[in-house]
């Protein structure tokens, strides 16, 4: 159902492993919106561990956590080049094996 004044946001999502109730996912933005991983994520009944704003579990924590979510691939065009440039990183931590 759309919200009123909401922005039209795609994304595209894989299970890459499942673990202990939780999952690591390879996610492909599509479109570019605030929060979209969160919101999206936490509307299908995923949220995102350590997300105080969208998660329940975690809205009344008040210990020191970091937000399971990870830009692992960056890619676009030099605005003064032209040239295409392209970051990585392996995510770290949660658990799993990468």
């Known amino acids: 159902s759309k919200v009123p004044g ?3 946001a795609v ?3 894989e299970v890459l492993e499942e673990k202990e ?4 996912l390879k996610i492909q ?3 570019g919106r605030h ?3 969160r919101v999206q994520m936490a509307n299908i009944g995923c949220p995102l561990v350590g997300d105080r704003k969208y998660n329940s579990e975690y809205q009344e924590y008040r ?4 937000l399971a979510l990870c830009s692992s691939r960056l890619s676009f065009r030099h605005p ?3 040239k295409k440039m392209d970051f990585s990183v392996k995510p770290r931590g949660a ?3 990468l």
């Not at 109730?21 to 690591?24: F, I, K, V, Y």
């Not at 210990?63 to 970091?66: A, D, K, Q, R």
């Open 11 to 13: 994304l595209e999502y």
């Open 29 to 31: 933005l599509k479109t």
């Open 80 to 82: 003064e080049t032209g």
């Open 21 to 24: 109730g939780r999952a690591l």
């Open 63 to 66: 210990g020191n956590l970091e």
């Open 95 to 97: 658990g799993f094996i």
């Open 35 to 37: 929060h979209q991983i």
């Open 6 to 8: 909401s922005k039209h």
